[in-house]
């Protein structure tokens, strides 16, 4: 068990939510704030909305001290308490308000201001199939601007980060933190020999590097007479999928499934059932999924990323990216293999632990502490539209 920090600070968490959809980055930002709790620090994770797995991780004790604070507008509902340092949690939009007021706020409070990195636009768009706009990631450089620290949640990351963000303070530190699993949540779903499903977890929403859309190239003889489970964090699948994923899997004899918002507790059994996992992923800031089913001794096959060769090394099969031949290939491969779950190696375990993120992050907030605070932001805020402006806004956008 990790032993607390002998210098506990005050930490907030920045983090806008929904309170119906799930968000992986979302959700690495309260699993980090727990870890950071779970360190010995003073953490508040404030939000917008409750976060909708907020439940799925109160198996976790120190989940009861990461105190939950609700605002608005990231302005004037911040909390009026102490604050050491102030982590922002970014998104892909080109609204500056969240990120201004969390700098004005850090400023007064005299804090030190973190940014969690989950990518920048030149990493994501060299390799995913559907680049995005790099302005969508404005307000994340806005914030390093002003940064102590850059935390990406991978090596890989932190290497890109270094190359992004070059218009920071000479103080800022770039560095990185593996986010925990849900363990308590695997574990509790016991084990099981595996049965004929294969399990694809993915989104079809702001989804096309993440491979839902191509997910009808799975369907071959190789897994006839097993069950395609798909796990869908955000987002319907589109009904022109839905059935042309139902008519080869009438031609191949293979079951289909789509499940969507399953609770940790839910995805974990579907986990402990599966056969394999699926992963044909072409971008990923850290890629969840993989680790957890190697956790849970299901095998993998991905695309090979560097992100999940840094992790995973040799405990996952990797097919070139995008080459859904060599997927299927490997599929009957994997299949022909089956076997009683292996346990985890001493390597998953640690790197999935909340401990090692814990023990990990009160060095790097040690070293953000030897940094100095936020001073000199100035921020001029855009004059209030009319509301003729207002209309003649909300006509052109119809």
């Known amino acids: 068990m990790l032993q607390s920090t002998a210098h506990p600070i005050d930490i907030s968490v920045f983090a806008r939510n929904s309170a119906t959809a799930y968000s992986g980055g979302r959700y690495a930002s309260l699993m980090l704030a727990m870890a950071l709790a779970h360190g010995g620090h003073r953490v508040r994770y404030v939000t917008n909305k409750k976060p909708v797995f907020h439940e799925d991780l109160k198996s976790f004790p120190a989940l009861a001290k990461v105190q939950l604070c609700l605002t608005h507008d990231f302005g004037a509902g911040l909390p009026d308490t102490p604050c050491d340092v102030a982590i922002i949690v970014p998104g892909l939009d080109k609204e500056p308000s969240f990120y201004h007021g969390i700098l004005r706020h850090a400023q007064e409070r005299g804090a030190r201001v973190a940014l969690l990195n989950f990518e920048d636009p030149h990493w994501f768009n060299a390799l995913s199939p559907s680049p995005r706009d790099p302005a969508l990631w404005e307000g994340w450089a806005l914030a390093a601007k002003h940064a102590n620290l850059v935390l990406s949640i991978s090596e890989e990351g932190r290497k890109h980060a270094r190359r992004f963000y070059t218009d920071c303070p000479p103080h800022t530190l770039f560095d990185y933190v593996y986010p925990p699993i849900n363990h308590p949540a695997a574990d509790a779903a016991g084990e099981t020999r595996p049965e004929k499903r294969i399990v694809m977890l993915t989104r079809f929403w702001r989804g096309g590097h993440k491979g839902g859309g191509d997910v009808a190239e799975l369907i071959c003889d190789a897994i006839r007479g097993y069950t395609l489970v798909l796990v869908a964090g955000r987002g319907k699948i589109p009904r022109r999928l839905l059935a042309e994923l139902r008519r080869r899997g009438r031609d191949h004899s293979v079951g289909i499934e789509v499940k969507y918002r399953l609770s940790d507790a839910e995805k974990f059994r579907e986990l402990r059932r599966a056969a394999l996992l699926v992963f044909p992923s072409r971008f990923e800031g850290f890629g969840y999924p993989p680790v957890e089913a190697q956790y849970c001794g299901v095998p993998c096959i991905a695309f090979d990323l560097p992100v999940l060769r840094e992790h995973s090394g040799d405990?996952?099969?990797?097919?070139?990216?995008?080459?859904?031949?060599?997927?299927?290939?490997?599929?009957?491969?994997?299949?022909?293999?089956?076997?009683?779950?292996?346990?985890?190696?001493?390597?998953?375990?640690?790197?999935?632990?909340?401990?090692?993120?814990?023990?990990?992050?009160?060095?790097?907030?040690?070293?953000?502490?030897?940094?100095?605070?936020?001073?000199?932001?100035?921020?001029?805020?855009p004059p209030r539209a009319g509301f003729f402006q207002k209309v003649i806004h909300s006509l052109r956008k119809s």
């Open 315 to 381: 405990g996952i099969r990797y097919v070139p990216p995008g080459d859904w031949a060599a997927l299927r290939r490997s599929l009957g491969e994997v299949l022909r293999k089956r076997r009683h779950p292996p346990a985890p190696t001493e390597h998953i375990r640690k790197l999935a632990s909340v401990d090692h993120a814990a023990h990990r992050l009160n060095t790097i907030m040690a070293g953000v502490m030897q940094t100095p605070p936020l001073s000199g932001y100035t921020y001029k805020a």
